[in-house]
């Protein structure tokens, strides 16, 4: 009887603390909001990334996924070099946990 109670008690603070969110969304009737990017003053690969998020957001977002893990690899063997020249061997390293 105790987690009926209980479970019921949630179900109304829930509702309580959706009803805002419930009612801003029910505001309905205005122009759709259309989000684009401003590419007027932007050249060569600024633009070229502009006008791709403002013709196909599908193509920008898969462009995206893929573009970060590449520049992340990148990045982190560029790291990787960096630290080799400079003398710092992360890949031969004593632990100090143990």
């Known amino acids: 009887?105790?987690?009926?109670?209980?479970k019921v008690t949630t179900a109304i603070?829930?509702?309580?603390?959706?009803?805002?969110?419930?009612?801003?969304a029910a505001g309905g009737?205005?122009?759709p909001i259309v989000i684009v990017a401003d590419s007027r003053k932007l050249t060569?690969?600024?633009?070229?990334?502009?006008n791709l998020y403002n013709e196909s957001h599908l193509y920008f977002t898969?462009?995206?996924?893929v573009i970060i893990p590449?520049?992340?690899?990148?990045?982190?063997?560029?790291?990787?070099?960096?630290?080799?020249?400079?003398?710092?061997?992360?890949?031969?390293?004593d632990l100090a946990e143990h």
């Open 1 to 6: 009887m105790h987690r009926f109670f209980g």
């Open 13 to 24: 603070t829930a509702l309580i603390l959706s009803l805002p969110v419930l009612a801003l």
């Open 29 to 31: 009737g205005g122009a």
């Open 44 to 50: 060569g690969i600024m633009s070229w990334w502009a």
């Open 62 to 65: 898969l462009l995206t996924i």
């Open 70 to 93: 590449v520049v992340g690899v990148i990045f982190g063997m560029l790291t990787d070099l960096i630290l080799h020249v400079i003398g710092i061997d992360l890949k031969h390293r």
